[in-house]
């Protein structure tokens, strides 16, 4: 009985530590990934957002939730992908409208699990006209304001 009692004790300390990371990681998400509300009628004009979003950088930072979800293509792979998180100290700045030669797309809605639209949510597209670029910046709103949820790269 001597023996297992060390065993014992490590499964309990490893079984606190885990339930203690899943707490905080719940309480960490909670307070910087807002969810929808189902009406957004009263959310703020998305295109005076948008360009304020790319042309000022504390704006920009502070209408992101972190971590920032980041989809790119694998290194290795190119038809495969990778998911990331970014953290608020790991954050760059970033530019949808660089070049005159992009081709941009505002998609209004999304759509959740159930497959309902979702009209609080904006996605914009920005592809390369003459080269292989292609990001997707997709917006959340909450409390009347747009939010940055996630950012994916599948340039070449």
């Known amino acids: 009985m001597n023996n297992k009692l060390p065993a014992i004790k490590m499964i309990a300390i490893a079984a606190v530590f885990f339930a203690l990371g899943y707490f905080i990681s719940n309480e960490r998400n909670k307070s ?6 189902s009406d957004c009628t009263e959310t703020e004009p998305f295109l005076p ?3 304020k979003f790319n042309d000022d950088i504390q704006f920009q930072k502070h209408r ?14 190119p038809e495969k992908t990778d998911t990331f998180l970014i953290e608020r100290n790991q954050w760059e700045p970033l530019f949808l409208f660089e070049s005159a030669e992009v081709i941009m797309k505002i998609v209004a809605g999304g759509f959740d699990d159930s497959n309902n639209c979702n009209s609080c949510e ?33 340039s070449l």
Not at 64 to 77: K, M, R
């Open 32 to 37: 910087e990934r807002p969810l929808a509300t």
């Open 122 to 154: 904006m996605t914009v597209v920005v592809e390369g006209i003459n080269y292989g670029d292609k990001v997707v910046f997709r917006f959340l709103s909450d409390d009347k304001r747009w939010y940055l949820t996630t950012f994916e790269n599948y």
């Open 64 to 77: 992101t939730l972190f971590p920032l979800i980041y989809v790119t293509y694998q290194e290795d792979n």
């Open 49 to 51: 957002f948008i360009k």
